[in-house]
């Protein structure tokens, strides 16, 4: 014989016990609890249940007294969980469940009011959204502090140039707040990301209640400005059968950890003596237990890594919610861990990056001294279409001599005299053909010269409403 649950009989009673004879399996209570993890939700829930209590005066449903009754007992609920009092049991399956008994528990028979034409699927879908949009504005706050330290490391090296690589070879000398402030602007985006993730958010769900909507005169225009909801569902089952704006926020979530993992690998490898170009402040890195000379990038490497949760995160609901039948279904419980864990590692990962970002060294001496010259070939090829030779012949002609450069073991400026008198006034070009001469004639609105990096820095000043 399986094991009984205990549940279902004397105080531990479920709440749907009118209708059952025996109590859950042990095992199948094990399965279907959900407290553990949605205990974080705790302040959403007593939030929206003092909403909807006010929904229910205006239906008539609770008295005035009633529902004054009703709130003082919530926000007691409310203080005690805040200050970390324990005030769970375990045959509580959800945090709709727990609050609902301790509530009923204190205030007595009215506790058992407050579910009217309500359903815990239009309360979790309440509860999760308002989550939602609180934390996706929390992380776009923590984006924003992100972007302050760039652009502060931004303006420290604004006239510093490094090599710009694509395919990891040296391209064209780009300076060091050019690389920069694309960290920056690609933030730009994941910002909007987030503010659309919470849009996505924007319309209550209760008063839908199971799926049909409540039968009662529920002020649902009430309950969503005490919530601070922007606007109603418009449909009953999409209240409650869907989670794309979760997902949308997992998405958003995913792409944002992907941003960071790229500029940490940069930083991974610009710290390998290899390179050289970087040093990241000794409380963001961390020795070897075995190797005493080592100083390891761990926080960049970690920040790399949980991009693999936050991907993990969004692909787990993408598939729990994948042919769902319509509307509530019980899989939709598995929508709210990977949403925590995303939030939670951002939160986390966004602020190690903006300290470390902080902390960070350019080593402009040694990135100087490993600038290659074939950078300057691009040039050099621009040079001659300013003498009427059309770029792909140029692009020809300075192919050959880099070719040349190479067989000789010389760079393509040490090759002698005569290997430039292809070029047209070359030796007096050659001594004007430095790395700032490349960046500087890129000074197009976007692209690399001073002109360009400076009107970036204005627009992120603008965008960070900075003096
Ligand atoms: N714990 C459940 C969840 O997270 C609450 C909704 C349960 N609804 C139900 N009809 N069993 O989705």
């Not at 007992?73 to 469940?97: N, S, W, Y």
């Not at 727990?98 to 528990?105: D, G, K, M, S």
């Not at 309950?223 to 059968?241: C, E, H, R, W």
């Amino acid at each position: 014989m399986p094991e009984k649950s205990s549940k279902g009989k004397g105080k531990n009673a479920t709440l749907w016990q009118g209708r059952f004879q025996g109590s859950m399996a042990t095992s199948m209570e094990k399965l279907s609890v959900s407290l553990d993890f949605d205990r974080k939700l705790f302040r959403e829930d007593i939030e929206g249940s003092l909403a909807h209590a006010l929904g229910l005066k205006a239906a008539g449903v609770l008295s005035a007294a009633e529902l004054r009754k009703m709130q003082d007992g919530l926000k007691r609920v409310m203080a005690d969980l805040e200050a970390g009092k324990d005030l769970f049991e375990p045959g509580d399956e959800d945090i709709h469940m727990a609050v609902e008994r301790i509530l009923t528990q204190r205030i007595g028979p009215l506790g058992k009011k407050l579910h009217t034409g309500r359903s815990r699927n239009d309360q979790v879908a309440t509860d999760l959204k308002l989550y939602v949009r609180r934390r996706a504005q929390a992380l776009e706050a923590l984006v924003t502090e992100l972007q302050k330290a760039i652009y502060r490391k931004a303006i420290a090296y604004q006239k510093d140039l490094m090599p710009g690589y694509t395919h990891v070879q040296q391209a064209q000398p780009v300076y060091i707040a050019h690389y920069l402030l694309s960290f920056f602007f690609a933030l730009e985006r994941d910002k909007a990301r987030l503010r659309h993730a919470c849009d996505a958010a924007a319309e209550m769900p209760l008063g839908s209640g199971a799926l049909a909507g409540s039968a009662f005169p529920y002020k649902r225009e009430l309950v969503a400005k005490a919530l601070g909801f922007p606007a109603l569902s418009s449909n009953s089952i999409d209240a409650t059968a869907h989670r794309d704006w979760a997902l949308e926020f997992l998405s958003a979530m995913a792409i944002l950890g992907a941003a960071l993992s790229g500029y940490a690998e940069d930083f991974v490898l610009w710290s390998t003596q290899e390179f050289g170009y970087i040093e990241l402040g000794e409380a963001y890195t961390s020795g070897s237990s075995m190797m005493p000379q080592k100083r390891n990038p761990d926080s960049m490497e970690l920040i790399r890594g949980k991009t693999g949760r936050l991907l993990g995160n969004f692909t787990r609901l993408f598939t729990v919610v994948k042919g769902l039948p319509h509307a509530y279904d019980r899989d939709l419980q598995e929508d709210k861990e990977g949403v925590f864990d995303s939030v939670e590692t951002l939160e986390l990962t966004l602020t190690v990056m903006a300290e470390a970002m902080d902390s960070l060294r350019f080593k402009t001496d040694v990135i100087a001294a490993k600038m290659h010259p074939g950078m300057l070939a691009t040039d050099l090829a621009d040079y001659l279409v300013g003498k009427d030779v059309p770029f792909r012949d140029a692009h020809h002609i300075v192919g050959r001599m880099i070719a040349k450069a190479e067989s000789l073991k010389v760079s393509f400026l040490d090759l002698p005299a005569s290997e430039w008198d292809a070029i047209p006034d070359g030796k007096d070009f050659r001594k004007r053909l430095t790395f700032a001469y490349s960046a500087e004639r890129r000074g197009i609105q976007g692209g690399t010269g001073s002109a360009s990096v400076r009107g970036q820095l204005a627009k992120a000043r603008r965008l960070l409403k900075l003096k």
